[in-house]
Nanobody
């Protein structure tokens, strides 16, 4: 019923750019705060971006601030993560999360590898 499907991952060289997409279905997307998380091997999941339901407020940790941009299209029910100036340390599986009240949904993840 509920689906969050990430896409757009792949192999990119350091300094390159990549745009991830997360297509949502099965719930009222416009009500949900959307976030992107990443998890590198042996590491905890780290939130790298968050956007409010209307898209009015975005939040980033220092590790990606100025390089990553989250956006959403509440008509297309899609949240995006534009990643620029990518570093090898950005290598991880990237997940999108939808949150509204007690409800929380996760996507399956998409691999991003930053390497020469």
């Amino acid at each position: 019923q509920v689906q969050l499907v990430e896409s757009g991952g792949g192999l990119v060289q350091p300094g390159g750019s990549l745009r991830l997409s997360c297509a949502a279905s099965g719930f009222t997307f416009s009500n949900y705060v959307m976030s992107w998380y990443r998890q590198a091997p042996g590491k905890e999941r780290e939130q790298v971006a968050r956007i409010t339901s209307t898209g009015g407020i975005t939040t980033y940790p220092d590790s990606v601030k100025g390089r990553f941009t989250i956006s959403r299209d509440n008509i297309l029910n899609t949240v995006y993560l534009q990643m620029s100036s990518l570093k090898p340390d950005d290598t991880a599986v990237y997940y999108c999360k939808a949150q509204y009240m007690f409800r929380e949904y996760w996507g399956q993840g998409t691999q991003v590898t930053v390497s020469s």
